[in-house]
C-alpha cells in the first residue's frame, strides 16, 4: 500500500498505492464539498493534485442512498484517489452529530471511498485532560469496531490519533491504533494549535505520535495546509495533510506565500508566476466581482502550496531538507522556536536520515551541530582510539579529505609516525585524520564566522569523552586559537604546547 522511496529527516518521499491510481507523497489533499464546491474538482485535479478529501457525513446528509448508488468519486466528479472525513469536524465544532459510528463505517464502505476514516471524537486544543482520555477511549473502541467490520476490497481505513497536547494520551492513543492493526494513521487537532501559533506544540505532538508507529506506516496529518508549516510537518514525518485553507482563506482575500500570508488589499506586486497572478495584476484582481475573485485567490492559494509541497519534495530528494526546514522556521518568530524541538530529538530525525549523501552538508550556526549525520560523526569521534601518546591538532582546510592537504604533509613529515594528528571543526569536534573522509567531514561547507565556544556543547562533550579513550601524554595546538584554548584549559594532566613553536 505504502512504497519508501527515498528519506531525509522523518520525511520520506513516496508512493500511496489506491483503487484509484497511485498518490506520489508528500501530499497536500485539498478539501472538497460535496455539495458546494465552487473550484471544480476536475481543475484542482489538472493542476497535479491526485487526492482530495470530502466529507463523507454532508454527504450522507446531502445525497443519502443516492450516494451509494454512484459512488463518491461521481458525486463529487473527481477520478483520483478519495479520502472521507466520516463527521470528526463537525464533532469538534458541534459536539455530536446525527448518526452512529457504525452506520457512517457503513456509509463510507457503500460510497466506496478510497480512505475511510472511522467516526472519532477529535480532543481539540485546551481540552481538559480527563475529558481527553474519555475521547481517547472512545476513538480507540470505535476504531477497532470499524477495522473489525471492514471488507477486504482495497479500501484503506486510516486510525485517527486523538489526544490534542496530553502527550501521553497521544502516546497511548497512537500505539493502541497500531496494535489494532491500522495500516494508516492520521493524527487530529491540529487546526486550533496552528491557529494559536502553537507550532511547537504541534511539533512535539507529531513526534510523539510518530515514535510509536513502525516506519511502513504512512501518517495524515488534519487540517494542515499552510506553506509555513508544510516542511515542518514533512520532516517530521507526515506523509499526507489535508486542508480547505485555500478556499478559507481566499474567502476572507488573504493571499498564500511560501513565508506567509498577505492581505490582498496591501500587495503591489505579485510575487508569484502561477496562472493567477500571470493574468491579474493585484489592482485587476481587486477589481473582479467577489466571487470570481474569491475563486481566482483560491486557485492561486493552491498554486503555492502546491509548490511547497515540491519544494520540500525535492528538498528530501537533494538531502537537504534540514538546511530548507532551518531556512523556513525564520519566516515567522513561533516557528522558530521549532528549532529547539528539532535539535533535541536527534535520535528519531536520524532513523530515516542517510548516513552518506551525494551532496555536502551546510553548516550555519550552533543549531547546525546538533543535525543527525554531524550527531552521528560526534558519536565516532567520541568512540575512535589511538596508541600514540602525542596529539597535533589543525585547524580544518580547505582540501578535504583532510589527508590531501599540504597542511597535514608538512605536520606528518615534522612529527613522523609519533602523533595522532587531527583537524578540528566547531560543528564536528575533533577530527582525526585517519577518518576525515567519512561523511560528512570531507563533504560540508561551513559559514566563516566568529563562533563562540561556549555555544557549542556538542564540541565539549566530544572533546571530553575523546580524551577518556585515549591516553596522550602531550598535546600540540595553535595556543591563539581561542576556540581550542576555550576547551584545551579543562583538559588536564597532558603537557600543552604551542603548534606553532615546533
Known amino acids: 500500500m505504502f512504497e519508501i522511496t527515498k528519506s531525509d529527516l522523518a520525511g520520506r518521499t513516496g508512493v500511496l498505492h489506491t483503487n484509484h491510481g497511485s498518490v506520489q507523497t508528500p501530499a497536500y489533499v485539498p478539501v472538497i464539498h460535496p455539495a458546494r464546491q465552487t473550484i471544480p474538482s476536475e481543475r484542482i485535479r489538472k493542476m497535479g493534485f491526485e487526492m482530495v478529501i470530502t466529507n463523507a457525513y454532508i454527504t450522507r446528509k446531502r445525497f443519502g442512498d443516492e450516494a451509494t448508488r454512484r459512488g463518491i468519486h461521481e458525486i463529487i466528479n473527481f477520478n483520483g484517489a478519495v479520502m472521507t472525513d466520516s463527521g470528526g469536524y463537525q464533532v469538534l465544532e458541534y459536539g455530536d452529530v446525527e448518526v452512529l459510528p457504525p452506520e457512517m463505517a457503513a456509509f463510507e464502505r457503500g460510497i466506496m471511498t478510497d480512505f475511510g476514516i472511522p467516526l472519532d471524537k477529535p480532543t481539540g486544543f485546551g481540552m481538559p485532560k480527563k475529558t481527553a482520555a474519555q475521547y481517547v477511549r472512545h476513538t480507540l473502541e470505535v476504531s477497532r469496531q470499524t477495522l473489525q467490520a471492514a471488507e477486504d476490497n482495497g479500501q484503506i481505513w486510516i486510525g485517527p490519533i486523538q489526544g490534542g497536547e496530553h502527550f501521553d494520551l497521544v502516546s497511548k492513543s497512537a500505539k493502541g491504533l497500531v496494535d489494532a492493526g491500522f495500516t494508516m494513521m492520521a493524527l487530529g487537532s491540529p487546526v486550533e494549535f496552528m491557529e494559536s501559533y502553537e507550532?511547537?506544540?504541534?511539533?512535539?505532538?507529531?513526534?510523539?505520535?510518530?515514535?510509536?508507529?513502525?516506519?511502513?506506516?504512512?501518517?495524515?496529518?488534519?487540517?494542515?495546509?499552510?506553506?509555513?508549516?508544510?516542511?515542518?510537518?514533512?520532516?517530521?514525518?507526515?506523509?499526507?495533510?489535508?486542508?480547505?485553507?485555500?478556499?478559507?482563506?481566499?474567502?476572507?482575500?488573504?493571499?498564500?506565500?511560501?513565508?506567509?500570508?498577505?492581505?490582498?488589499?496591501?500587495?503591489?506586486?505579485?510575487?508569484?508566476?502561477?496562472?493567477?497572478?500571470?493574468?491579474y495584476t493585484p489592482a485587476e484582481l481587486r477589481q473582479l466581482a467577489e466571487t470570481e475573485?474569491?475563486?481566482?485567490?483560491?486557485?492561486?492559494?493552491?498554486?503555492?502550496?502546491?509548490?511547497?509541497?515540491?519544494?520540500?519534495?525535492?528538498?528530501?530528494?537533494?538531502g537537504r531538507l534540514w538546511e530548507y526546514v532551518m531556512k523556513k522556521s525564520r519566516a515567522h518568530p513561533r516557528l522558530y522556536e521549532i528549532i529547539r524541538i528539532m535539535t533535541g530529538n536527534g535520535d528519531f530525525l536520524a532513523e530515516g536520515t542517510p548516513r552518506f549523501k551525494d551532496r555536502a552538508a551546510f553548516l550555519y550556526d550552533r543549531a547546525d551541530q546538533f543535525r543527525p549525520e554531524v550527531q552521528r560523526y560526534h558519536e565516532m569521534v567520541r568512540r575512535f582510539k589511538s596508541k600514540k601518546k602525542t596529539l597535533?591538532?589543525?585547524?580544518?582546510?580547505?582540501?578535504?579529505?583532510?589527508?590531501?592537504?599540504?597542511?597535514?604533509?608538512?605536520?606528518?613529515?615534522?612529527?613522523?609516525?609519533?602523533?595522532?594528528?587531527?583537524?578540528?571543526?566547531?560543528?564536528?569536534?575533533?577530527?582525526?585524520?585517519?577518518?576525515?573522509?567519512?561523511?560528512?567531514?570531507?563533504?560540508?561547507?561551513?559559514?566563516?564566522?566568529?563562533?563562540?565556544?561556549?555555544?557549542?556543547?556538542?564540541?565539549?562533550?566530544?572533546?571530553?569523552?575523546?580524551?577518556?579513550?585515549?591516553?596522550?601524554?602531550?598535546?600540540?595546538?595553535?595556543?591563539k586559537d581561542r576556540f581550542l584554548e576555550y576547551f584545551a584549559k579543562g583538559t588536564r594532566d597532558i603537557k600543552k604546547k604551542n603548534l606553532n613553536k615546533k
Open 293 to 318: 475573485r474569491t475563486d481566482e485567490l483560491a486557485v492561486h492559494n493552491l498554486h503555492a502550496i502546491k509548490l511547497e509541497v515540491d519544494m520540500t519534495r525535492q528538498a528530501i530528494h537533494e
Open 199 to 279: 507550532y511547537g506544540l504541534l511539533a512535539r505532538m507529531i513526534i510523539t505520535a510518530k515514535r510509536q508507529i513502525p516506519h511502513s506506516i504512512p501518517l495524515h496529518l488534519f487540517g494542515a495546509g499552510h506553506p509555513l508549516t508544510i516542511p515542518l510537518a514533512v520532516a517530521l514525518g507526515c506523509d499526507t495533510f489535508d486542508s480547505a485553507s485555500y478556499i478559507l482563506y481566499a474567502k476572507n482575500q488573504r493571499y498564500m506565500t511560501g513565508d506567509g500570508t498577505r492581505y490582498l488589499k496591501d500587495i503591489s506586486v505579485f510575487p508569484c508566476g502561477c496562472e493567477v497572478c500571470s493574468r
Open 392 to 479: 597535533v591538532i589543525m585547524p580544518e582546510t580547505d582540501s578535504r579529505p583532510g589527508y590531501l592537504s599540504g597542511r597535514y604533509a608538512h605536520l606528518a613529515k615534522k612529527f613522523g609516525d609519533s602523533a595522532q594528528i587531527c583537524q578540528y571543526s566547531p560543528h564536528l569536534g575533533l577530527v582525526p585524520i585517519e577518518i576525515s573522509d567519512i561523511y560528512p567531514a570531507a563533504h560540508h561547507e561551513t559559514a566563516r564566522n566568529r563562533f563562540e565556544p561556549a555555544e557549542f556543547v556538542e564540541f565539549g562533550t566530544t572533546w571530553k569523552k575523546f580524551f577518556e579513550n585515549n591516553s596522550f601524554e602531550e598535546m600540540y595546538y595553535d595556543k
